[in-house]
């Protein structure tokens, strides 16, 4: 019988303990207890390989990061790219997907010690999740594994990826919340997990990650408020939080992200005003805060911003009262719906300022009507 199909706990001796030893106490738990996991099959396969013996303590642990992860994202009747993602003891890990040179490809890594540097398995079909052993890949910078079809949590062992700069997970079927240790990233660039069923709030341990400069999170299903924190992180420039569950308001402490280009906050339930600190992100060039409850004017320190970069504006289907800036009317795209509450640009106004405070109170006492009108309308026990 082939041993990586062998279900029984492993037998520890000769060059299976010199194996073992290489590995975290997390992973040893779980090839004892569980022998039938990715762990224990992915031990099994290793403990195989004559080789061993001679691999420095780093090789083994990458070889055997990399197998976990073929045995936990192999489920029953996935199609890999290009032949499939296989095994061969016989040569070496970088070769393991591709037919090109060794270390050149699919696995980047560095070509005089082999040490992976940069893993991408974007769109290869791979299903099951994300195996706690991802951490073994300690000299990491870059993990793509978006657009397939991963599921369960976040590992919280990504946090000991010290090294990565770009964490692309997006697009797959990952759900829980996500882990506070994201936020010992202290190298990481860019966070990619738009596209997923996550749920919970944004950690604010983010906002310690000085060096991050892409927060992609639109479509994920968090909910919470935005962590004032995100605006303490000086070269973050994309901040995608669209198509969420987002509540409560929009952090003022976000004015102090400078260097933001594109403000994404559409499609929430994010309510109260504008804050007038936005007015201080002169290299913004997009602000995306449609389909969301926010209230009053736009604040006049936010008009200022088309003086600068700001070319893009969508405000449509919010309750924002009064007169667009005479500023905003000449932008690239300034998106709004003309209503007695809100006009200007190319919607002429027909009301005084003190008439949009009236306008906006009836607004409330209809709202209010209706509200009890389907009450009293509603069957006896609704």
């Known amino acids: 019988m082939d041993a990586s199909h062998n279900h029984s706990p492993p037998t520890l001796d000769g060059d299976k303990v010199l194996l073992i030893d290489s590995l975290p106490a997390f ?23 004559t080789s061993v013996p ?28 290009e032949g499939g ?3 061969d003891s016989t040569l070496h890990e970088c070769e393991w997907l591709t037919t090109r040179d060794p270390c050149i490809g699919i696995f980047q890594a560095d070509n ?36 397939n079809l991963l599921t369960g949590p976040l590992p919280t062992t990504l946090g000991l990826l010290t090294l990565l700069e770009t964490l692309q997970l997006h697009r797959n079927r990952l759900t829980s919340t996500l882990p506070s240790e994201l936020g010992a990233l202290m190298s990481l660039k860019e966070l990619h997990l738009a ?11 983010l906002g310690n990650l000085g060096s991050l400069q892409q927060v992609l999170l639109e479509d994920a299903l968090l909910s919470g408020g935005i962590p004032a924190e995100l605006g303490s992180i000086p070269s973050l420039f994309l901040l995608w939080l669209g198509r969420n569950l987002l509540t409560s308001w929009i952090p003022s402490e976000l004015g102090n992200a400078t260097s933001l280009i594109e403000l994404s906050l559409y499609d929430n339930l994010l309510s109260s005003t504008i804050p007038t600190e936005i007015g201080k992100l002169e290299n913004v060039d997009a602000l995306w805060l449609h389909s969301n409850q926010l209230t009053s004017s736009i604040p006049q320190e936010m008009a200022r911003l088309a003086r600068f970069a700001l070319n893009r504006v969508s405000i449509v289907n919010t309750s924002i009262t009064g007169e667009i800036p005479a500023d905003f009317c000449g932008l690239a795209r300034m998106e709004f719906t003309c209503t007695a509450l809100l006009c200007g640009c190319n919607c002429g106004c027909t009301v005084n300022e003190g008439d949009f405070v009236d306008a906006h109170n009836q607004s409330m006492r209809d709202d209010v009507e209706k509200a009890i009108n389907l009450n009293q309308n509603s069957p006896p026990g609704q």
């Open 195 to 205: 596209g997923n069923l996550f749920s919970g709030p944004i950690p604010w341990q």
């Open 112 to 147: 005089q010690t082999g040490v992976f540097r940069h893993l991408h398995l974007e769109s290869h079909q791979l299903a099951g999740t994300i195996p706690e052993e991802i951490a073994l890949f300690t000299s990491l910078q870059t993990l793509n594994l978006g657009q």
């Open 54 to 81: 001679t691999y420095p303590r780093w090789r083994i642990q990458q070889r055997y990061a990399l197998i976990t992860l073929y045995y936990a994202t192999a489920d029953s009747g996935t199609q890999r790219v």
């Open 27 to 49: 992973t040893q738990d779980v090839i004892i207890a569980r022998p039938a996991s990715p762990q224990a099959q992915a031990f099994r396969w290793l403990a195989n390989d």
């Open 85 to 87: 993602f296989f095994l």
